[in-house]
């Protein structure tokens, strides 16, 4: 409990008084530095954030009731998560293309592209409890609630997958195709394979449940700031 409030008194003093005179000696160095440089300096840019990414005032993404939206994903213009879903890393959602609408504890994983080839009228439709797998690309189509779609596998416009149809990783599912609902499709270009089992039906489930969990976890991590870490850390020493 003392060293917390030592802690705090030098984070006090630090940022109250120390670190403003270190930045204005450091930004007095630096426009030294520029004026003696002159053309030859290098200019240092910032990135912002590509979380969220506004078309305007009134088109731009709506990710307020989102489980988890990774920190190094990429969303644009107009797209709606809704609660308990997430948006894993790396991933981009190209709402400029299309409106891109997703529902309730649905998983869109790592790298997955969701974007429309034709600007006009174009929409993506994720419903509740839906799997889109890592490196998935989607352009405008529909997938109903329940249904999977593994990993590297690509959905052509107008692609319909009704609930509990699963297409497999890998595959390419032609544009304007229909995936039936409880049917396993696969291949390139994709065709009906099989029909789901009762037991990977369960497994789906689980693993969905699982995902989530987790993405609670990466939400709790990533939106730390700097003294709740420093919090844990002498936690973690004091036990």
Same mark, same amino acid.
Not at 100 to 114: E, F, M, P, W, Y
């Given at each position: 409990?003392?060293? =917390?409030?030592?802690?705090? =008194?030098? +984070?006090?003093?630090?940022?109250?008084?120390?670190?403003?005179?270190?930045?204005?000696?450091?930004?007095?160095?630096?426009?030294?530095?520029?004026?003696?440089?002159?053309?030859?300096?290098?200019?240092?840019?910032?990135?912002?954030?590509?979380?969220?990414?506004?078309?305007?005032?009134?088109?731009?993404?709506?990710?307020?009731?989102?489980?988890?939206?990774?920190?190094?994903?990429?969303?644009?213009?107009?797209?709606?998560?809704?609660?308990?879903?997430?948006?894993?890393?790396?991933?981009?959602?190209?709402?400029?293309?299309?409106?891109?609408?997703?529902?309730?504890?649905?998983?869109?994983?790592?790298?997955?592209?969701?974007?429309?080839?034709?600007?006009?009228?174009?929409?993506?439709?994720?419903?509740?409890?839906?799997?889109?797998?890592?490196?998935?690309?989607?352009?405008?189509?529909?997938?109903?609630?329940?249904?999977?779609?593994?990993?590297?596998?690509?959905?052509?416009?107008?692609?319909?997958?009704?609930?509990?149809?699963?297409?497999?990783?890998?595959?390419?599912?032609?544009?304007?195709?229909?995936?039936?609902?409880?049917?396993?499709?696969?291949?390139?270009?994709?065709?009906?394979?099989?029909?789901?089992?009762?037991? +990977?039906?369960?497994?789906?489930?689980?693993?969905?449940?699982?995902?989530?969990?987790?993405?609670?976890?990466?939400?709790?991590?990533?939106?730390?700031?700097?003294?709740?870490?420093?919090?844990?850390?002498?936690?973690?020493?004091?036990?």
């Amino acid at each position: 409990m003392f060293r =917390r409030i030592i802690f705090h =008194r030098l +984070e006090k003093f630090t940022l109250g008084t120390i670190a403003p005179s270190i930045r204005r000696a450091g930004q007095n160095f630096f426009n030294s530095g520029v004026e003696i440089t002159g053309d030859n300096g290098v200019h240092d840019d910032l990135v912002k954030s590509m979380r969220c990414v506004p078309l305007n005032n009134t088109i731009y993404p709506k990710l307020l009731t989102a489980d988890w939206i990774a920190p190094n994903a990429t969303i644009i213009g107009d797209v709606e998560v809704d609660a308990g879903s997430s948006i894993w890393n790396t991933a981009l959602l190209r709402g400029d293309t299309a409106k891109i609408r997703i529902g309730k504890n649905s998983l869109v994983q790592d790298r997955a592209i969701l974007k429309s080839s034709e600007r006009t009228n174009s929409e993506i439709n994720i419903g509740d409890n839906v799997f889109v797998g890592p490196n998935v690309q989607l352009d405008s189509c529909t997938l109903d609630d329940f249904a999977y779609v593994g990993m590297g596998a690509t959905l052509g416009k107008g692609v319909i997958v009704e609930p509990y149809a699963v297409v497999a990783a890998g595959s390419v599912v032609p544009e304007g195709t229909l995936v039936p609902s409880g049917q396993v499709w696969a291949g390139h270009p994709a065709a009906y394979l099989r029909d789901v089992t009762q037991e +990977e039906k369960h497994q789906i489930s689980e693993n969905l449940i699982e995902l989530q969990q987790l993405s609670q976890i990466y939400c709790e991590e990533t939106e730390k700031d700097f003294r709740d870490i420093m919090d844990k850390i002498e936690d973690d020493s004091i036990t």
